[in-house]
């Protein structure tokens, strides 16, 4: 079967790291599969295509904050992309996030409406079917239920400075977005699936698969993270995010470095050079890192991982301290808490501090097992989880479904 993904990166970041992942899985079962992103670099182990230019990106960027039509640019690009897939004749097109300056829509909807090949796509948030944001908790808005105007977040991304162009983006995604004939949506989440259904996507079927990741990258390792560091005897939190932001709970750790007592140590990764000027000393800050075995590192030396996301479809950052034997503490957030039982994590009510530091001072207490962590995320194993996806890909692809003589791979979701 040949398989075809787009996605905005590939290999970094956690949708990279998905599709990076689906892939390695697909290949190994001997499928032909090929990524095809917008931004940054590749793998060199994966057999890719990048999609428009820098140049082309940065020009995305500019005409989006100029007039909010993001993804109604890089036509040029989008049309190059067409003749690849038209060349490389995919069994099945599965789309990741098309947002991200890199992509025209309207030409790749277009394209998709009229070839009729069967089409995947995971929905890593909410922006399909919104005007304007990828997100829309942080802020309790609504309005893309039945359509969107006047947005309260024209200035987060994809932020626009003047035009709000929500209601005629709103407008020309539901067309475009409900005119392929042959598509299922993915969520990750339970939480995300209860969006589609409220959505104008709700005319196609759903379904529910898990981020998966590699348990052979993300384990428990050895680091000596904590002597170089001098935090022997300290309770460490860890914080980890690949773009922070008070969306993504950064003003939490500066108010629980005020409360918490000298035995705890705040260490966060991914903070800018900015942003560490305004956080207190007594947060150990990390630069960001694309580099998976010195995450695994970082996790595993941890007490806890703590996600006080506000808003999140389903985090992989959480998966991948389970998988380190780290326990999580996260918000009841959209689809955070989805992956943890009561032998791995603590969920407190969303934006409580209070919550917050109560929990952590009962597990200075009593610890979660770091065996325990390990035994959940086994159970988002990529290859395990990515299978559902071959199963997926048989269904809707019937002639080569029927026409293969290794069922049993699919039928055990591998």
């Given at each position: 079967m040949k398989v075809l993904q787009v996605n905005s990166v590939c290999g970094f970041g956690s949708t990279g790291r998905i599709a990076a992942d689906l892939y390695r899985v697909l290949n190994r079962q001997g499928h032909d599969c090929v990524i095809a992103y917008g931004r940054g670099t590749a793998p060199e182990d994966l057999n890719t295509l990048r999609i428009g230019s820098d140049f082309g990106v940065t020009l995305h960027g500019v005409m989006t904050r100029l007039t909010d039509r993001h993804g109604f640019y890089s036509k040029t690009a989008t049309r190059k992309l067409?003749?690849?897939?038209?060349?490389?004749?995919p069994d099945i097109i599965h789309l990741h996030n098309l947002h991200g300056y890199y992509l025209n829509i309207e030409n790749l909807f277009r394209y998709l409406q009229s070839a009729g090949k069967p089409v995947?796509?995971?929905l890593h948030d909410c922006w399909p079917f919104t005007g304007h944001c990828s997100h829309f908790d942080f802020v309790r808005c609504e309005k893309w239920k039945t359509g969107c105007f006047s947005c309260p977040q024209k200035r987060e991304y994809p932020a626009s400075f003047f035009?709000?162009?929500s209601k005629v983006n709103y407008q020309k995604k539901k067309e475009l977005f409900t005119s392929v004939k042959n598509m299922t949506v993915v969520t990750p989440s339970q939480w995300m699936a209860e969006r589609v259904t409220q959505s104008f996507l709700q005319k196609y079927p759903a379904q529910v698969i898990p981020n998966g990741i590699d348990l052979g990258i993300f384990r428990p390792v050895e680091s000596n993270f904590r002597t170089e560091h001098g935090l022997q005897g300290k309770f460490v939190v860890l914080g980890v995010a690949g773009i922070w932001s008070e969306k993504k709970g950064l003003g939490f750790f500066t108010k629980l470095a005020e409360r918490m007592g000298d035995t705890v140590q705040i260490v966060l990764a991914g903070i800018t050079e900015k942003q560490t000027k305004s956080l207190p000393e007594k947060i150990l800050v990390i630069?960001?890192?694309?580099d998976t075995l010195e995450l695994a590192k970082l996790y595993s030396m941890a007490d806890v991982f703590v996600n006080?996301?506000?808003?999140?479809t389903f985090p992989t950052t959480n998966l991948e301290a389970l998988a380190c034997g780290t326990p999580v503490l996260t918000f009841r957030t959209g689809g955070s808490p989805e992956c943890l039982n009561p032998d791995c994590g603590l969920i407190v009510e969303q934006g409580s501090i209070t919550g917050l530091e109560t929990a952590l001072a009962a597990l200075q207490k009593n610890?979660?097992?770091?065996?325990?962590?390990r035994a959940q995320a086994e159970k988002y194993d990529a290859t395990k989880r990515f299978g559902e996806y071959l199963n997926l890909y048989?269904?809707?692809?019937?002639p080569y479904w029927e026409s293969?003589?290794?069922l049993g791979i699919y039928q055990t979701g591998c």
């Open positions: 067409i003749s690849q897939i038209e060349k490389q004749n995947v796509w995971t035009a709000d162009a630069p960001k890192t694309a006080p996301t506000l808003e999140d610890n979660f097992s770091r065996a325990a962590c048989g269904r809707m692809n019937q293969d003589k290794l």
